[in-house]
């Protein structure tokens, strides 16, 4: 955990359960109260050994667009710029702006103050609050101080608030931005707080969290629950559109009322640009997290392609102005996939991925069960076993072979394991047939504690070291667009 006492740190209030009784304790003696309660290892990870933040940003910024492609390891980004150069004959934007003047390219370290291995709540904490807590929490510490989100410091300092998704609104990493909770699993209570803390855009999935009676509390709110409705909205009331009761379908299962990112990116941007003190909006391509966890190469590529259709959005609204900080990441590794078999055939392989007509959570549904990457399930009662090739082939375009076809069952069945027992699960198995024919493999249904990639334009981006802890980011934020420190909630 950083001590150093920091021009702008984060206020936090101890939790309590009435906010109410929030009792203020600000600044270095919050942080240092909450470092007591962090075990030694985790100040070992956090240790900075990279070069500061500068003090000041050579020029301020008025908006700030945080991107996050959730779970994104760099094989995925690698798989979406081959897939489009194959299939579209044309790049992808990510790996363009590297090459593009006054653009910073940083490696980040992603390590919660309990794991190596970061969840996403942690992670998107430390870019919220700038401070290290244990994972599953969302901005709230050990010792149950609850630092000031960014959002919610933005909001105090008069600008407007955005956050668009494809997972629920709830989940994590929008979460961290806006948010102070125990667990990540009180999404209920995450959708109370987007609720009380004027979020002025909400545009995702999580319908199931947002019930009639708490809508109906969103006074002067434009609530908007299918895509068709979105133009109809008042355009200068806060919007909160929810097109799912879960998460948005993946990208290739996404039928003609769902919302792509980039469509809900457009949307965002238009009602924000117009907003005279500016805004902080966090865009995250949520699902990219859940293919890699299902091992789904097809779906993975084409929902990373989604989060790149978005970044184009943003590149293009951007070109007619140069007051806003862009940062593009990603929070963590996932099963780190890669296209790892030689040869000419590996064209074959991409043309492959390029041609994914449907995700494994739409085959699994098939089969009258679930992936479980949210929950555990039970597979053992799934339906449709004579269907197994057919499904495979309609989603893949792939014929498994007979003994993949076994495997499949059995894992199924719950009767395969593999010798890493993670990978034993039905949807990893269905991933290791599918290598054969994909040439892309993952190394666990898990998170990674890789270092990710991060880029950077704009106002305050010179600001990131090439090396960056996550916590600096909400530095780097908070400096950019000059905010005030923020009051406790
Ligand atoms: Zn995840």
């Known amino acids: 955990m950083d001590l150093e006492p920091r021009q702008h740190v984060p206020v936090i209030t101890p939790a309590s359960h009435s906010r109410r009784d929030f009792l203020g304790l600000s600044g270095a003696a919050g ?33 700030v667009i945080f991107m996050v492609s959730d779970g994104m390891s760099f094989g995925t980004l690698t798989l979406a ?14 790996p363009a702006l590297w090459q593009r003047d006054g653009s910073r390219r940083c490696v980040m370290r992603t390590a919660s103050a309990n794991s190596l291995v970061t969840d996403s709540a942690a ?47 709830t989940h994590a990493t929008p979460a961290g931005f806006v948010a102070n909770c125990p667990s990540r699993a009180l999404e209920d209570e995450i959708a109370k707080q987007i609720a009380e803390r004027n979020v002025d855009v909400v545009l995702g999935g999580g319908l199931k969290h947002f019930p009639a009676a708490l809508r109906s509390r ?33 990208d290739c299962d996404r039928g003609a009322k769902d919302p792509s990112l980039a469509e ?39 929902d990373q392609l989604a989060f790149d259709d978005a970044l184009g959005v943003v590149l293009a609204w951007l070109d007619k102005r140069d007051d806003t900080l862009l940062v593009v990441t990603t929070d963590h590794g996932n099963a ?11 064209f074959r392989f991409v043309e492959r991925l390029g041609r994914t007509r449907h995700s494994f959570e739409w085959l699994f549904e098939q089969l009258a069960t679930k992936l ?11 339906r449709n076993e004579d269907r197994i090739p057919s499904l495979v082939q309609q989603a893949t375009g792939i014929s498994l072979l007979p003994d993949e076809i076994t495997a499949f069952t059995l894992a199924l069945r719950g009767k395969q394991t593999a010798l890493f027992r ?40 010179e600001m990131i070291p090439p090396f960056v802890d996550n916590t600096a980011l909400h530095d780097v934020i908070v400096k950019s667009i000059d905010l005030a420190p923020a009051r406790a909630i």
Not at 32 to 38: Q, R, S, V
Not at 153 to 160: E, M, R, Y
Not at 271 to 291: S, Y
């Open 336 to 346: 780190n996939p890669g296209l790892t078999l030689y040869g000419p055939e590996s």
């Open 264 to 302: 809900l990116t457009k949307i965002a941007l238009a009602r924000l640009e117009t907003r005279p003190n500016g805004f902080v909006l966090q865009i995250e391509g949520g699902r990219v997290d859940h293919a890699a966890h299902a091992n789904d190469a097809g779906s993975l590529v084409h």
């Open 123 to 169: 992670a998107s904490s430390a870019w919220g609050t700038g401070v290290h807590i244990n994972n599953d929490a969302v901005n709230f510490t050990p010792d149950r101080l609850t630092p000031v989100p960014i959002l919610v410091q933005a909001k105090q300092n008069g600008k407007a608030t955005g956050l668009v998704t494809t997972t629920r609104v």
């Open 218 to 250: 969103l006074d002067g709110t434009s609530v908007v629950l299918a895509s068709d409705a979105l133009a109809a909205a008042a355009p200068n009331a806060p919007l909160l559109g929810l097109f799912a009761d879960s998460h948005l379908p993946y």
């Open 81 to 94: 710029e081959i897939v489009r150069r194959t299939r579209d004959n044309r790049g992808t934007h990510w």
């Open 372 to 382: 479980g990457y949210d929950d555990p399930v039970d597979n053992s009662k799934f």
């Open 31 to 63: 942080l240092a109260t909450a470092a007591l309660f962090a075990p030694t290892f985790a100040r070992a990870v956090s240790e900075r050994t990279d070069a500061p933040i500068r003090d000041t940003p050579a020029r301020r910024a008025t908006n």
């Open 422 to 461: 993670p990978m034993s699960s039905p949807a990893c198995v269905l991933g290791q047939c599918l290598a054969n024919h994909l040439g892309v493999a993952f190394m666990s249904p898990n998170h990674t504690a890789d270092f990710v990639e991060l880029t950077a334009l704009g106002p305050g981006s």
